[in-house]
Structures are given as structure tokens and as C-alpha cells.
């Protein structure tokens, strides 16, 4: 794809093409990490872990008391697919 360098304010951007931003899994609003390399710039996606799964390690503990093991893998599935979406 060839692109150009626009001027952004105080900034430069690139535009993403839909068929490039499909091709990459990136959607509006992603973050992403801009790195210079030997041959340009690398540009990846910030994978974090929503935050609601940052303290899962906590809650799983308490919630496992009071939820059978089936019910506990479902709902902890539940919640990965509807935060990665």
C-alpha cells in the first residue's frame, strides 16, 4: 500500500486503508506501539489485559467458593470473549 505522510496539527499521521486495518485485526481506538527499525517502522498492537481480568486472580479465588467449577470455567470464559472483542 502506498500512502502519505500528513501534516496533524503539531503531528504527522498515516491513514490505514479498512482492507489493511481488517488484514492487521486493528480496529479504531486500538492502541498501538510505533517503533522505528532498520528498514522503517514497525507498527503493533498494545495487547493488555482489561482491567476486570487484572484483579481476576483475586476474585477467582472468592468466587470459586461460592461456584462449581463448570459454572466458574464458563463465566471466566464469558468474560475473556466479551473483553477481547
Do not use: F
Request: charged content about 30%; cysteine-free; glycine content about 10%.
Amino acid at each position: 500500500m502506498i500512502t502519505t505522510i500528513s501534516k496533524w496539527g503539531n503531528s504527522n499521521g498515516v491513514r490505514l486503508t479498512n482492507e489493511i486495518m481488517k488484514y492487521a485485526g486493528y480496529k479504531p481506538g486500538d492502541e498501538v506501539d510505533v517503533s522505528p527499525t532498520e528498514n522503517g517502522i514497525l507498527i503493533r498492537k498494545v495487547t493488555r489485559q482489561p482491567k476486570e481480568l487484572k484483579a481476576g486472580g483475586m476474585l477467582k479465588g472468592y468466587v470459586k467458593r461460592h461456584v462449581s467449577d463448570r459454572e466458574m470455567e464458563g463465566a471466566w470464559m464469558a468474560a475473556v470473549e466479551e473483553n477481547w472483542k
